[in-house]
């Protein structure tokens, strides 16, 4: 049985918002990931693109493991970026500042995940293991 929270503010609003945004940009990354896969290429847009799609159905469900995959996504990217252009500024910047600006985002919208994991627990909602452990 699942119980469904309508949003209750602006905050609630705009972490919907942002999971739509982080889902939908993470799906092109996906599909030409698996194209430059098919064609001998790197592994990095497919897997950070399935993080990201991941992370931003995370985010849309009101978890916070979203946030936790998103900045996962963007550490990646990070050690990526340095391991294919170096220290270079200008390599660096259109590779970081498009995925540092939603990290800032999703870093913003943690206490309003939070807060609903916490609603989601009180509920009494916990995962099946949980309820079989007890």
């Known amino acids: ?5 309508w949003p209750s503010g602006a905050s609630d609003w705009a972490t919907i918002v942002l999971g739509v ?3 939908l940009l993470g799906l092109p990354m996906v599909i030409g990931g698996i194209e430059l896969i098919s064609l001998g ?3 990095y847009y497919a897997i950070c693109g399935a993080l990201v799609v991941a992370s931003g159905v995370f985010i849309l469900l009101g978890r916070s493991l979203g946030a936790a995959l998103y900045l996962l996504a963007w550490f990646g990217t990070l050690v990526w970026s ?3 252009v170096g220290f270079d500024g200008w390599g660096l910047l259109p590779r970081l500042f ?3 600006i939603l990290a800032i985002l999703v870093l913003l919208t943690i206490p309003v995940l939070r807060r609903q994991d916490r609603a989601r627990a009180m509920s009494g909602r916990t ?3 949980a309820r079989g452990a007890v």
């Open 21 to 23: 945004i982080v889902t």
């Open 1 to 5: 049985m699942s119980v469904a929270r």
């Open 41 to 43: 290429g790197s592994w």
């Open 127 to 129: 995962p099946a293991t």
């Open 82 to 84: 340095l391991w294919e």
């Open 98 to 100: 498009g995925p540092t």
